[in-house]
C-alpha cells in the first residue's frame, strides 16, 4: 500500500470516528435537556394553586405559584447523590397554614422590617400593618409569601421558568399605590437558579423584595455548623430595639460577623453567642450591577451554593426561631438547621434618610436580581 492511499484510508477513520463522537455527543445533550412539568394541586381563595418541576438533567427545583414559594431545590453531592439542600413542607397546600418561617417564599412588598410600622413619603405619612412587635416584617400580616400569583410557564435555549404576577393594591397592608410585581424564576442548564423582581406602582410607594429560602447543603442531614461561609462585606447595619437599625454602618474587621474570608459557620456561632439575623453590607449604595455576595460550601458533600445580586444588602438568618418544627421528609427542624441569604435592600430603609432609597415613583421600575448557582467540588 502507497504512502498516498494510507493517509486517505486513516483520514476516512478519523473522520468516522469525530461523526461518531459528535453523535454521542448530541445523545448525551438530549438525555440532560430541560424540562418543566406543572400540576394543579389546590384552590386557595378561589384561586387555582399549581406545583412545577424544573429539571435540567443535573439539578431539580420544585416551585409553587402560592407564594412565589421555592419548595424544594434538589442537587447532586461529589458522590452524584441526589438531596433537597432547603427546608420545606411535605405538600403544597400544607403551605397555606403551616408556614410562619417563610419557608421559600417571594417577600414583600418590603422585605424586612420597618420601624414603627410607619413610614414618610413626600411628607405624608403611612401606618402599615403591625405584625412584629411594634414593626412591620416582611410586608405586613398577609405579604406577598402568603398571596396566590398568576403563573406562566416559559422555556428558552438554556432555561426553564415559570413568570409569576401579582397586583398589590392600593392600600394593601397599608402600602400606598397599586403596585404590579413580575417575577421570574428559572433553572438554567449551569445549575444556576435566577430570580428576576420588576415592579411598576401608580402612585409614590417603597418596595423591597426578595426570596426567603432556608438553606442547608448536607442534604439536612442536621444542623449548618459545618458549613463555610464567605460573604463579601466589609460592614452590617447593627440594630437596636426590635432589630431596626440605629443607621450606623458598622465596619466588622475581626468580629464574630466577619466573614469577608471563608469561616466555619459553626465557630462563628459560637463566638457570637447567638444566631446571626444581621443585614450585610453589600454595596453602599444602589445600582444595576449583579455582584457576588457569598459562597457557601459544605465540605463533608462537597457541595458548593455562590450568591449574586443587584441589591445593596444580605440579611444572614441562622433559622434561630425554628424549633421543634414539622417539615417534609419526617424530618424536624431545629434552631440552625439552615441558613437564609436574602439578598434586599437595609433595613428601615424608608425612615433612613442616608440609606439606599427603596422609593419608587409612577414611571419608574424597580428590578432586583437574585442568582444562586450550584456546584460540587472535591
Not at 447532586?76 to 418561617?101: M, Q, S
Not at 417563610?102 to 413619603?121: D, H, K, M, Q, W
Not at 432555561?159 to 397599586?178: I, Q, R, W
Request: net charge negative; aromatic share 10%.
Amino acid at each position: 500500500m502507497n504512502l498516498k492511499l494510507k493517509i486517505i484510508l486513516f483520514a476516512i477513520l478519523i473522520s468516522g470516528y469525530a461523526c461518531q463522537s459528535q453523535t454521542k455527543s448530541t445523545m448525551i445533550q438530549e438525555e440532560v435537556s430541560l424540562s418543566i412539568k406543572g400540576e394543579k394541586v389546590a384552590t386557595w381563595e378561589g384561586q387555582d394553586v399549581f406545583h412545577y418541576t424544573l429539571n435540567n438533567g443535573t439539578m431539580q427545583v420544585e416551585m409553587t405559584n402560592y407564594g412565589g414559594i421555592i419548595s424544594r431545590i434538589i442537587t447532586p453531592d461529589k458522590e452524584g447523590k441526589l438531596e433537597n439542600v432547603v427546608l420545606a413542607l411535605e405538600d403544597i397546600p400544607d403551605y397555606f397554614t403551616k408556614n410562619g418561617p417563610y419557608l421559600g417564599a417571594a417577600v414583600g412588598r418590603y422585605a424586612n422590617r420597618i420601624g414603627t410600622a410607619s413610614f414618610t413619603l413626600d411628607g405624608e405619612i403611612f401606618e402599615i400593618t403591625k405584625n412584629n412587635g411594634e414593626n412591620t416584617l416582611h410586608g405586613g400580616a398577609k405579604g406577598f409569601g402568603v398571596k396566590v400569583w398568576k403563573p406562566e410557564v416559559y422555556k428558552t435555549d438554556n432555561a426553564v421558568g415559570v413568570k409569576m404576577t401579582y397586583l398589590s393594591v392600593d392600600g394593601e397592608e397599608g402600602f400606598p399605590g397599586n403596585l404590579e410585581t413580575n417575577l421570574w424564576m428559572e433553572l438554567t442548564s449551569n445549575n444556576e437558579l435566577k430570580l428576576l423582581f420588576e415592579s411598576t406602582t401608580d402612585k409614590k410607594t417603597v418596595v423591597n423584595l426578595t426570596n426567603h429560602s432556608y438553606f442547608n447543603l448536607s442534604g439536612i442531614t442536621g444542623d449548618v455548623r459545618d458549613h463555610e461561609l464567605q460573604i463579601f462585606a466589609d460592614a452590617i447595619t447593627p440594630g437596636g430595639p426590635g432589630q431596626i437599625p440605629t443607621g450606623e454602618i458598622k465596619l466588622i474587621a475581626g468580629t464574630p460577623f466577619d466573614f469577608q474570608t471563608p469561616k466555619n459557620l459553626g465557630a462563628q456561632l459560637d463566638a457570637l453567642g447567638e444566631g446571626f439575623d444581621h443585614n450585610y453590607v453589600t454595596k453602599k449604595a444602589n445600582s444595576s450591577e449583579l455582584k457576588k455576595i457569598a459562597i457557601v460550601k459544605h465540605p463533608d458533600s462537597g457541595r458548593v451554593m455562590e450568591v449574586y445580586s443587584t441589591a445593596p444588602g444580605v440579611q444572614l438568618y441562622t433559622a434561630n426561631h425554628v424549633r421543634n418544627f414539622v417539615g417534609a421528609d419526617g424530618k424536624t427542624y431545629q434552631p440552625h438547621y439552615a441558613f437564609c441569604l436574602e439578598p434586599e435592600a437595609w433595613p428601615d430603609s424608608p425612615n433612613k434618610p442616608s440609606f439606599p432609597s427603596t422609593s419608587l415613583a409612577p414611571g419608574e421600575k424597580y428590578v432586583h436580581e437574585i442568582v444562586y448557582e450550584f456546584g460540587v467540588e472535591d
